[in-house]
């Protein structure tokens, strides 16, 4: 087989063989149809009396990559920026011409994205992530490194073909910038130990770093079972309560909360108050051992909950409709099963304050550990899945790319020498060019606003067109929902997209100059000029 290498695109050798040129050429293109106008180039004419192909070199002059500071950036389609990577594949002998690449034998081109980490070069597998090339496979389980498909295209030079091929092939690939995230270092906070163990170190990681900013004598200890009965429970119960005498919140509405109210309190108890909950599913006050530690303190949190509600317009004990929740817990799996045919209420509950007190009490008490299902628990899904970017103090990961020639399965590929590093650009890059576009707002003008037709149709089920219907212009001024009676229908309603977008243009500017005050970003935010009119 005759030996083959790589070389820069065969454009920009000139009149000379590209002895020391052997590295592949990055292209920054602008438009949106940057391969049609790429392909294009390249199947220009040439200028054989010039020798020369002057638009597939202009091509190549106007959007090559140069002058790297230290590095390239890459930035993302968002920025109306693509990017190609080209190199011309040749044959090891006098006049450098093409290698032919057999597709038929199993041959193909590819580059490969690379990254240098200290003084190892580490290359990308969609099983694993980032290897050591050195040290042969890439991970325990076989996988191949990612390879991004290298495509020809004949482009001739205008050369004389005597002296040198004037048709040649010239390999191009596109990065793909957008998956800047799937490169990043990530650790995903997946171990052996219980979700219970990984929720409460999350919380302890997170009070820790909040303590630092606070002096000695106010640090507050967090207790990561606390927050969870804060969260689910003690906030929805205590807005019921402070707006129970206003007309902001209907009688359905409250005891709809109600309900779940008593739901979340009851699945919190029995999660993380075992204890307690083994108490009040006994229906004895007394069960706590009288030697142990913990009698005062859950005897107290049994106590604050061993009081009345409302439920169907008359007093009830919270406690036996704690115990009644049990056949509605699927609905916290989101099953579909009917609700409760009782109508609760648990605005006029006192004791709120209390109760915080004695739960976060008796948490101190407990020995038993928290009961948390992975696949239903909220929090534990959060933390089991947050991939969390690894910062490596003093390292801006650089990458680059590697053209490859694969010739023989059971043969090592022949590699290109790499590329000019480059790092990728985030989505919100401060320095990223903006892609320009321009809409064209709608005439609010009443006739035009006449002939705009209904093109978007939103159904609304009985419950939210209830709410829409009880909507007001002086909810402004702090009253609530009117109490709206009428048919329990559905509605379906058409609207139009043009004054859908005069609503959103104008809520934006109205939420901009609210905001300015904190940001002063209106300076920054908008550049008007006007649009001379016809005479």
Known sequence: MTLAQWAEPALLWGNQLPVNRKTPQLLELTSDDFLPEFLTAMKASPDKKNSSNPVAEDFFNKWQMKNPNPNFTLYQPLHSRYYLVTASLVCHQAGLPDKEVNLKKGEKTYFVLRRMRGNMEQGWSDTCGWFNIADGKPCEVPSKEEQFP???VSVCTGKDGNVLPCERKIYYG???TGNREKYLDKQLVKTTSSPESQIKKFFEDANKEDNKKR???KQVPVDYRFDIFDT???ASWKFLIDNKDQQKVSKETIQEASFNVLLDLRDTLERVLPTVWGVIQANNGNTFSATDSRTDQSHELYEQLNKNIVRDEAPYSLLTALREMEDFLPLLQGQDIPDSPHKYNVSGYTSLESLKTAFNDALAEENQPVNIDPANDERARLIENQARPIP???VVDTYFVRMA???DPECPPIYSIESTPFTFARNLEPD????LIRIEMPSIKPRDLRKFRHGVGMQMSPELRKVMDGV??????GEGLNDVAGWELGMICTFSIQIITLIAFVVMFIFAILLNIVFWWMAFLKICLPIPKKA
């Open 472 to 477: 007001h212009k002086d909810m402004l001024k």
């Open 215 to 217: 002096p000695a004598d």
């Open 392 to 394: 490596v103090a003093g």
């Open 432 to 435: 990223a060019p903006a892609r």
């Open 150 to 152: 290298a495509h020809p």
């Open 405 to 407: 020639y694969e010739y």
């Open 232 to 234: 689910k429970v003690i």
């Open 174 to 176: 596109y990065i793909a």
